[in-house]
């Protein structure tokens, strides 16, 4: 096997880690060099290929290939039959974008063995597989997204109604672990489109001006990559009231922030600007301008079928008796996203440690969920407590209004 082409691919996969074929092949050379180690080497580039894009078909085959048994031949594009003749023709004629294949000759491929800047490989690029569809219950916020975000983007008439305001970008706000960032992931499905997300951990450098620099540097990674969503998560942070940064050197964040969005002409083309946070009402009002974050977008504890939907998914995914998720659901009103799964979790460690102390395994019960589900208390109650006293006796330039209307309701329902 010829080692010095694996070391060149492993580096122009460190390099290119977005180019899916160039993992794929080495996944494939590696596990046809024969040994343990380079084999365990494969699965996990071929593993992680898979964490980015669960639907690869090609990993896929290739994953399963690489767990049979080792008399199982593996094909690959060398080795294969050989094709008809291209004809050039055929080739040239314009189509829908096809998905990149190995058609590349890779021994007399050269690859760039410099150095990797490492600067710019923070900004990892997904390419969620997530849809709306997969998105459980919600169906006003899918509702509001398609009529605020998607509907504009697809039909002409309509952008020529939105206008410039097209260009800006939509503000997730609610209590933490309701969807939020599932949401933006969704979203960027939808569109077909790359998902980079960025935090203040991201930004945030105690050099003068360098987190100006790594918010520049993760638009221009984000235009580079376009279509693509650009996440920025914790926006409260990021992009926190001028008037409350002294001192802290972010008021050139957001500034910075400000002129990104802006863009200059067709610069942003393909960008789409998703931001989330919990405390609204600490993000610079200068970024909610037209054209800038111009649609807010209030994401709530998750109603029964999100529930549900939640629910089945965390159970699916470990053994457990036949539950009737459907009651469970009932139960766990006010429950975010976040606290079901802790719900799952610990019920999963009730079995766990049962099956220890018992020294038989025995699957996740119905009484397990039941009891997790009393041992915890919902996190969605003191946010939206918090949110009250704000919107109470804080200003209001009613950019807030869904959540006034839901906190009224709420308190109604509660009497
Ligand atoms: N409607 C839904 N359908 C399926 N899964 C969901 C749904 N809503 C939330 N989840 C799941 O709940 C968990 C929490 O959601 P997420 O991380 O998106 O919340 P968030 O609002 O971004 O939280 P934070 O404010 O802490 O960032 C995730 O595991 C997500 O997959
Ligand atoms: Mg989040």
Redesign the pocket.
């Known amino acids: 096997m010829d080692e010095s082409l694996i070391d060149a691919l492993r580096v122009a996969v460190t390099a290119n880690p977005e180019q899916v074929s160039l993992r794929l092949h080495l996944a494939r050379l590696l596990h046809k060099a024969g040994d343990r180690e380079r084999a365990d080497e494969a699965v996990a580039v071929v593993a992680a290929v898979l964490a980015v894009d669960p639907r690869n078909t090609d990993a896929r085959q290739l994953l399963a290939m690489l767990l049979a048994p080792s008399d199982v031949e593996v094909p690959t594009p060398m080795s294969g039959p050989a094709s008809a003749p291209i004809d050039a023709s055929e080739t040239s004629v314009p189509g829908p974008m096809q998905p990149e294949r190995d058609e590349f000759d890779w021994h007399a491929a050269e690859f760039d063995l410099s150095p990797v800047s490492t600067r710019d490989d923070r900004f990892d690029i997904e390419r969620p597989a997530t849809r709306l569809a997969?998105?459980?219950?919600?169906r006003e916020?899918k509702q509001r997204i398609e009529a605020a975000f998607l509907a504009p983007l697809r039909n002409p008439e309509l952008r020529a109604l939105y206008g410039k305001s097209l260009r800006g970008g939509l503000l997730?706000y609610?209590?933490?672990?309701?969807?939020?960032?599932?949401?933006?992931?969704a979203l960027a499905g939808e569109l077909d489109a790359g998902f980079l997300s960025i935090g203040i951990a991201d930004v945030l450098d105690k050099w003068v001006g360098a987190s100006e620099r790594n918010l520049r540097a993760a638009f221009d990674a984000a235009r580079a990559a376009a279509p693509c969503v650009l996440f920025i998560?914790?926006l409260d942070a990021i992009g926190q009231r001028r008037s409350q940064t002294r001192g802290s050197g972010l008021r050139g964040v957001v500034n910075e922030l400000l002129q990104e969005m802006d863009g200059i002409g067709a610069e942003n083309e393909g960008v789409f600007v998703l931001a989330?946070?919990?405390q609204p009402w600490d993000v610079d009002p200068a970024l909610r301008r037209p054209g800038r974050l111009d649609r807010t977008l209030l994401?709530l504890p998750?109603?029964l079928?999100?529930?549900e939907?939640?629910l089945r998914?965390?159970i699916a995914a470990r053994p457990a008796e036949a539950i009737d998720t459907r009651r469970l659901a009932n139960a766990t009103e006010g429950f975010?996203?976040?606290d079901?799964?802790h719900v799952v979790e610990s019920a999963a460690e009730i079995a766990l440690l049962d099956s220890v102390r018992t020294g038989t395994a025995r699957p996740i019960s119905v009484r397990d969920l039941d009891t997790a589900v009393r041992a915890i208390t919902p996190s969605t109650g003191p946010w939206l407590e918090s949110a009250r006293t704000v919107l109470e006796f804080g200003e209001d330039d009613g950019t807030h209004a869904d959540l006034k209307r839901y906190l009224a309701q709420r308190k109604r329902s509660r009497r």
């Open positions: 997969d998105v459980g219950g919600m916020v997730l609610g209590p933490p672990g309701c969807g939020k960032t599932f949401l933006a992931k998560d914790e989330a946070t919990n994401v998750p109603d079928e999100a529930r939907a939640i998914d965390r975010s996203g976040a079901l799964a």
